[in-house]
């Protein structure tokens, strides 16, 4: 019986994935519990809308993600702060600070979560950042860490 997914189902498939299942557990446990929808035509219909739409969506996504990896290309981003002697900072310049210090000088809507410096910046210089704005889209910023 051929059946497409309202929800995750272990060991069968996927929301939206048209499978295959035996009669018995279609009937007896896949609709029943509403994981799943008889494939009709009308459902057929409704799939594809959906799968259209989703793709149409994801294109957008990266689309997006590759106007602001354009638009942080070639950026230079400072940050001042406090040092001791020798160009050592007190504390050190994190993730966070710098998608602050991101979102403040580009304008763009860049989250914490997406930048990567490595490890903590503990000293005056200069460091590269990557941000993964998307799976297949990253950036790279040259971060300026400048005395205050």
């Known amino acids: ?3 497409i997914l309202l929800q995750d189902v272990k060991s069968v498939g996927k929301k939206g994935d048209l499978i295959n299942a035996s009669e018995g557990y ?6 029943p519990k509403k994981l799943a929808v008889e494939a009709t035509k009308s459902n057929l219909n409704d799939y594809e809308l959906k799968q259209k739409s989703e793709e149409k969506r994801k294109q957008e996504e990266l689309e997006g993600a590759q106007k602001i990896a354009e638009a942080l290309k070639e950026k230079v981003v400072t940050i001042k702060v406090k040092t001791g002697g020798n160009g ?4 050190s310049v994190t993730n966070k600070e ?3 210090a991101i979102v403040e000088q580009t304008k763009l809507d860049i989250d914490k979560k997406k930048v990567s410096i490595g490890d903590p910046i503990k000293m005056v210089g200069e460091r590269t950042a990557t941000i993964k704005l998307h799976p297949k889209v990253t950036a790279e910023v040259l971060i300026k860490i400048v005395e205050a």
């Open 26 to 31: 279609a009937k007896n446990f896949l609709l």
């Open 98 to 100: 710098v998608a602050e």
């Open 88 to 91: 050592k900072l007190f504390g």
């Open 1 to 3: 019986m051929k059946l």
